[in-house]
Nanobody, 122 residues
Framework: VQLQASGGGLVQPGDSLRLSCATS????????ISWFRQAPGEQREFVAG????????IYADSVKGRFTISRDKAKRMTYLQMNNLKPEDTAVYYC????????????????WGQGTQVTVSS
């Protein structure tokens, strides 16, 4: 099971950014892919998740209406479109996979990609 996150960067408040998560090494049909983030000195927190088969999504309240998670089945890619970014969105973002439905607790995931840094600053 391999996940590879990319797309982070330095942006200004109000800007947009799209993160990508490439997956390989496992069948995705009954799995869920989620994005988490971890700010300095903070615990890792759930951002958004999607079920691979049905495309069901769940979002953290802090990102609802600004972030959109999606997947491209053919490419085995999951995306996190982040609009209207705020300084409080600054964090290392991780994608994670689990067999089954979406869970918001990090302990429910044992497959993680490396993080990608997102910095929102003027």
């Amino acid at each position: 099971v391999q996940l590879q996150a990319s797309g982070g960067g330095l942006v200004q408040p109000g800007d947009s950014l799209r993160l990508s998560c490439a997956t390989s090494g496992f069948p995705l049909d009954l799995w869920s892919i989620s994005w988490f983030r971890q700010a300095p000195g903070e615990q890792r927190e759930f951002v958004a998740g999607i079920t691979w088969n049905w495309g069901t999504t769940i979002y953290a309240d802090s990102v609802k209406g600004r972030f959109t998670i999606s997947r491209d089945k053919a490419k085995r890619m999951t995306y996190l479109q982040m609009n209207n970014l705020k300084p409080e969105d600054t964090a290392v973002y991780y994608c994670a996979a689990r067999s089954g439905d979406i869970r918001t607790n990090t302990n429910e995931y044992n497959n993680w990609g490396q993080g990608t840094q997102v910095t929102v600053s003027s």
